[in-house]
């Protein structure tokens, strides 16, 4: 009877043991999954883990020349384009360009649908407010294009009150443009309001000093429009979604863009004044 009492009494001893063991196991376990969960979950919330995994960042742009424009074989091209390009491959992933609705482009940004915007973004107090923004590389104004024959008609804004002016929806040149009347049209892209212009559908257009200055010059389709007035002085950023870590990495690489001449080579090409 004792000899039983001693197996039972081993055999329970056994079985607390072996519950104690597995109950740490899934203990254990438990944490290593709450671990791991906890690295997805940093894993997700990185831009840059994003782009490393995916191995691509995506650009959302428009059709901007000289910034973003396709060149004859169909590629994208230009002053941004190159840039990006190049940002990405210190960065280690390809880029892949996604043409996109300008006035849509924090949505964009936001839902993922895009990495970053990257297309002559002026920086203002609305783009600061819906992403956060690179160190800025480029300089821009706002100017008024017309047909070269009524630039002297229209000296300044004020004379400007009675026109048809064609912008680009949600751009900079639009705020201008409401400021002057009320008389706006507003389109998809800075290429289509100097098409309406020179199409003349409206009296001008407002857009970016860069493109006017590439699309305007001597022997250019939209050689006969030029401009007088400009607006408005502003820089040029690359926007990323708020709190992104790819910000710092990419302001680490323009920088060093800016110290080895790379900047300044794609601004003798394209013809786009750097930031100081």
Do not use: W
């Given at each position: 009877m004792k000899n039983i009492k001693k197996i039972l009494a081993v055999l329970l001893a056994v079985a607390i043991i072996g519950a104690v063991f597995v109950a740490c196991s899934k203990g254990g376990e438990s944490a290593d999954t709450t671990a791991a969960n906890g690295e997805t979950a940093a894993a997700s919330d990185s831009d840059l883990g994003k782009i490393t995994g995916a191995g691509k960042i995506v650009v959302g742009i428009t059709d901007y020349e000289p910034m973003d424009y396709k060149a004859d074989d169909g590629s994208w091209t230009g002053f941004d384009a190159e840039l990006a390009t190049m940002v990405a491959e210190k960065l280690g992933v390809k880029v892949e360009f996604v043409e996109i609705n300008w006035d849509n482009k924090f949505i964009e940004l936001e839902s993922g649908t895009i990495d970053c915007i990257w297309n002559g973004m002026t920086v203002d107090d609305q783009v600061k407010a819906n992403c956060d923004v690179s160190t800025s590389y480029a300089t821009n104004s706002q100017v008024v294009v017309m047909s070269k024959e009524s630039l002297d008609k229209y000296p300044d804004a004020e004379s400007m009150k009675d026109l048809t002016i064609a912008v680009e929806k949600g751009s900079a040149g639009e705020k201008e443009a409401l400021k002057i009347t009320s008389n706006v049209v507003s389109l998809s892209a800075q290429s289509d309001a100097i098409k309406d212009v020179k199409g003349k559908a409206s009296d001008a257009c407002i857009i970016d000093s860069t493109?006017?200055?590439?699309?305007?010059?001597?022997?250019?389709?939209?050689?006969?429009?030029?401009?007088?007035?400009?607006?408005?002085?502003?820089?040029?950023?690359?926007?990323?979604?708020?709190?992104?870590?790819?910000?710092?990495?990419?302001?680490?690489?323009?920088?060093?863009?800016?110290?080895?001449?790379?900047?300044?080579?794609?601004?003798?090409?394209?013809?786009?004044?750097?930031?100081?």
């Open positions: 493109m006017a200055n590439s699309l305007t010059a001597d022997g250019k389709d939209f050689a006969d429009l030029g401009y007088k007035v400009a607006l408005t002085t502003e820089e040029y950023g690359a926007g990323f979604r708020k709190g992104s870590d790819l910000v710092e990495k990419v302001n680490e690489i323009l920088a060093g863009f800016k110290a080895d001449g790379t900047l300044q080579k794609l601004s003798d090409k394209y013809g786009v004044n750097l930031a100081e």
